[in-house]
């Protein structure tokens, strides 16, 4: 039986908990938040333990996986402390907000010998998996150019580290991070990126449109804003146009992105010659396939080959690029 210990009991966790009920070999032993109405209650609700302090938690609960579900700024420290307890860690996405945390990060967890993964939930998310498989059997065959976009209203439940330049950097990072790590994930390795974005009120670069070129010759633009008008639902889409297909698919939740069970989902798919498909998508709970997963990594002791470390650094800096070309208005290369 997995022993798990969240760090961060806010909007995220929740997914995680009710990811973790749905499986056999895994039970949630504790929390821990510095708010301490707000981890009590989430540890009467999912019946664990409640710890105001992580590393108090990380003596003295009975974890040995540790999820980590807090601010992005936070994250580099928290995994650092879990690494020193030999914990195996599930790190939230973004990573780590610069290039520099992150690759420190990585030395930490290898260092230690701990199981480490990213949750890049995209990785794991019904009409995502779908595209990837079209993609890798051939059916799309080259792709001319792939669309991706995520796009909800500004976020306004209490976690104004997410609308900070530094602590998590709004639209730019914390919603650009699903897509250009999904898209190197279909087409490897970026070269380069040019971003024309919009700064708001708070300082984030709040609607971003992203140029990227692959290594491999394909081409993507995606979209991340945090600047849709009221009752706009979170929207998450993506369409890839290929010499042999071309793929749509269109994902709306309810207000935020906690709301999965309002989700409206559809995959379509035309190929030359051929009857469109179009498909509504059974939405398969993506936490609890990620979580699965990672638990497998664990008792294999192998580090996790379908969201492997080198590519979270790569996403971290191709982030880092795209915020200096919305900075500067340059086309920035990944590989010099
Ligand atoms: N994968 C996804 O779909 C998804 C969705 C939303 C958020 N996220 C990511 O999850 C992370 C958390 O986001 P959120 O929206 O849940 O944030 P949140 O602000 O709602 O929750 C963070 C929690 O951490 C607690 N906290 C802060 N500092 C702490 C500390 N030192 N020790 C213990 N607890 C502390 C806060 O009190 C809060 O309850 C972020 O990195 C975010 O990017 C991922």
């Given at each position: 039986?997995?022993?798990?210990?969240?760090?961060?009991?806010?909007?995220?966790?929740?997914?995680?908990?009710?990811?973790?009920?749905?499986?056999?070999?895994?039970?949630?032993?504790?929390?821990?938040?510095?708010?301490?109405?707000?981890?009590?209650?989430?540890?009467?609700?999912?019946?664990?333990?409640?710890?105001?302090?992580?590393?108090?938690?990380?003596?003295?609960?009975?974890?040995?996986?540790?999820?980590?579900?807090?601010?992005?700024?936070?994250?580099?420290?928290?995994?650092?402390?879990?690494?020193?307890?030999?914990?195996?860690?599930?790190?939230?996405?973004?990573?780590?907000?610069?290039?520099?945390?992150?690759?420190?990060?990585?030395?930490?967890?290898?260092?230690?010998?701990?199981?480490?993964?990213?949750?890049?939930?995209?990785?794991?998310?019904?009409?995502?998996?779908?595209?990837?498989?079209?993609?890798?059997?051939?059916?799309?065959?080259?792709?001319?150019?792939?669309?991706?976009?995520?796009?909800?209203?500004?976020?306004?439940?209490?976690?104004?580290?997410?609308?900070?330049?530094?602590?998590?950097?709004?639209?730019?990072?914390?919603?650009h991070v699903h897509d250009v790590d999904f898209l190197?994930?279909?087409?490897?390795?970026?070269?380069?990126?040019?971003?024309?974005?919009?700064?708001?009120?708070?300082?984030?670069?709040?609607?971003?449109?992203?140029?990227?070129?692959?290594?491999?010759?394909?081409?993507?633009?995606?979209?991340?804003?945090?600047?849709?008008?009221?009752?706009?639902?979170?929207?998450?889409?993506?369409?890839?146009?290929?010499?042999?297909?071309?793929?749509?698919?269109?994902?709306?939740?309810?207000?935020?992105?906690?709301?999965?069970?309002?989700?409206?989902?559809?995959?379509?798919?035309?190929?030359?010659?051929?009857?469109?498909?179009?498909?509504?998508?059974?939405?398969?709970?993506?936490?609890?396939?990620?979580?699965?997963?990672?638990?497998?990594?664990?008792?294999?002791?192998?580090?996790?080959?379908?969201?492997?470390?080198?590519?979270?650094?790569?996403?971290?800096?191709?982030?880092?690029?795209?915020?200096?070309?919305?900075?500067?208005?340059?086309?920035?290369?990944?590989?010099?």
């Amino acid at each position: 039986m997995h022993k798990i210990g969240i760090i961060g009991a806010g909007l995220i966790s929740r997914s995680h908990a009710e990811s973790i009920r749905t499986q056999n070999g895994a039970v949630l032993t504790a929390v821990a938040d510095i708010r301490e109405e707000v981890g009590q209650r989430f540890a009467e609700e999912y019946g664990c333990a409640y710890f105001q302090d992580a590393e108090e938690m990380l003596k003295h609960a009975d974890v040995e996986v540790v999820i980590i579900a807090l601010p992005t700024f936070l994250h580099g420290k928290y995994v650092e402390l879990c690494a020193r307890y030999g914990k195996h860690v599930l790190c939230e996405k973004p990573v780590e907000m610069t290039v520099e945390a992150t690759e420190r990060m990585l030395e930490q967890v290898k260092d230690a010998g701990i199981i480490f993964m990213v949750g890049q939930v995209v990785r794991f998310w019904s009409g995502y998996t779908e595209i990837k498989e079209l993609y890798e059997s051939g059916e799309l065959g080259q792709v001319h150019m792939a669309f991706a976009s995520r796009c909800s209203t500004l976020p306004d439940w209490g976690n104004e580290w997410l609308l900070h330049p530094e602590k998590g950097a709004g639209a730019i990072c914390d919603m650009h991070v699903h897509d250009v790590d999904f898209l190197r994930d279909l087409f490897g390795e970026i070269d380069s990126v040019y971003c024309l974005a919009s700064k708001d009120h708070t300082g984030c670069w709040n609607h971003a449109m992203s140029s990227i070129s692959f290594k491999s010759g394909e081409k993507a633009v995606a979209e991340a804003a945090f600047t849709m008008s009221d009752g706009y639902p979170f929207t998450m889409f993506f369409k890839a146009a290929g010499t042999k297909g071309t793929v749509e698919f269109t994902y709306k939740a309810g207000y935020n992105i906690g709301e999965r069970d309002a989700s409206t989902s559809e995959l379509r798919l035309y190929r030359q010659n051929r009857q469109p498909v179009i498909r509504k998508l059974e939405q398969h709970d993506p936490y609890a396939r990620q979580l699965q997963y990672f638990l497998s990594c664990v008792e294999a002791g192998e580090q996790p080959a379908r969201v492997p470390h080198h590519e979270n650094l790569e996403v971290i800096k191709a982030i880092a690029a795209i915020r200096e070309s919305a900075d500067t208005g340059k086309i920035l290369s990944l590989t010099s």
